[in-house]
């Protein structure tokens, strides 16, 4: 089986944090968002991972070597693919044609998920789904009474289901998938000027293919600063016994750590609260401060810092007063008395 993941946006929402790291190399807890995707879907998938293959922006060498290693982790075939155009969800694909082929996961890298993974092989392929309360803003599905997708809906503006797709998919054919995206885009079939893969969806339902539904037990966005520092705590809450266990390079000295937490290497901590749902990336140094629900990238120095709700990126310094802040790589933000006077 293939992984294949669509990553070409940076993730404008995220900034400033997505200005020097796209989005999916966020680390949650601890982990790039990318590399957590891929494990969870390899860890319950019950197959064998072939390929693990990433489609994405401009990025640079760097970024590209990091995701080669994600697929080698899990004894897997790399590729990298490059969607330069923001042409839609069906054209992202379009670009990795190459390794659209056989039976195949696609998971889009906006999410992380639990859900009971499930590959219906009676089926042409599995949708995850989830309910919401605003559905405009999502691709949905409708079903029929034996719980078979019946339409495949882009951004309803009136309301059509509340099942939002999450952006993970089965097809036990990607060849079929990829005819149908061959087909929308030579025909110059868009929805909101892009070519959108629930068309490529509703194409393959109206020649007879069956897709069932795929259960979702928690939906954890990383779209905004808010979203993703929940996410954070979520995750660290799900991995609560595995991360209670810190490096042997880490230097805790007359601090209170209230898990779950994450602790990177070589953090140093002093005369501090910390937790719970906080990670504190490799190298960082926390001094006289209370920080509670909050993400603290690598490199980073925070002194009589009261955080909650805050997400602090690399190589950054923050002194100050209690707030909730977002403060992204290489930037400092100085409230101490000696800059305030």
Not at 141 to 158: A, R, S
Not at 179 to 202: C, F, H, P, R, V
Not at 256 to 277: A, T
Request: glycine share 8%; aromatic share 8%; with cysteine.
């Amino acid at each position: 089986m293939k992984i294949i993941v669509p990553m070409a946006g940076r993730g404008s929402r995220l900034r400033p944090h997505t200005l020097t790291v796209p989005k999916p190399l966020i680390p949650i807890a601890g982990k790039p968002i990318v590399q957590r995707l891929v494990e969870d879907i390899a860890k319950v998938a019950g197959e064998e991972i072939e390929e693990v293959a990433f489609i994405i922006g401009d990025f640079g060498p760097e970024i590209e070597r990091s995701l080669l290693n994600i697929a080698e982790k899990l004894g897997a075939k790399g590729s990298i693919y490059h969607q330069l155009e923001p042409l839609g969800t069906a054209h992202s694909l379009k670009c990795a044609e190459a390794s659209m082929e056989g039976n195949v996961v696609i998971a889009y890298a906006d999410t992380l998920f639990r859900a009971d993974f499930i590959l219906d092989k009676n089926a042409d392929g599995v949708i995850w789904v989830k309910s919401v309360e605003d559905p405009s803003a999502f691709g949905v599905v409708k079903l029929d009474n034996y719980g078979f997708i019946t339409d495949f809906v882009e951004k309803p503006q009136e309301f059509v289901s509340d099942l939002a797709i999450i952006g993970i998919y089965y097809f036990n054919s990607a060849e079929k998938l990829m005819s149908e995206i061959n087909y929308i885009m030579d025909n110059d079939i868009k929805n909101g000027g892009e070519y959108q893969l629930t068309t490529a969806l509703e194409n393959l339902r109206a020649k007879g293919g069956k897709f069932s539904l795929g259960k979702v037990n928690d939906w954890m966005d990383c779209g905004n600063k808010n979203a993703t520092v929940e996410t954070n705590s979520k995750i660290l809450e799900y991995e609560r016994e595995a991360m209670s266990h810190f490096p042997i390079s880490a230097n805790i000295e007359n601090s209170l750590i209230i898990q779950p937490c994450f602790i990177g290497e070589n953090v140093k901590i002093s005369n501090s609260k910390i937790g719970p749902g906080v990670s504190l990336g490799n190298n960082t140094e926390v001094v006289n401060s209370n920080i509670e629900n909050s993400l603290i990238q690598e490199n980073t120095k925070i002194n009589h810092g009261n955080l909650s709700n805050s997400m602090i990126g690399n190589s950054a310094q923050y002194f100050g007063v209690a707030r909730e802040i977002s403060l992204g790589d290489f930037s400092v933000l100085d409230f101490s008395p000696s800059k305030s006077s």
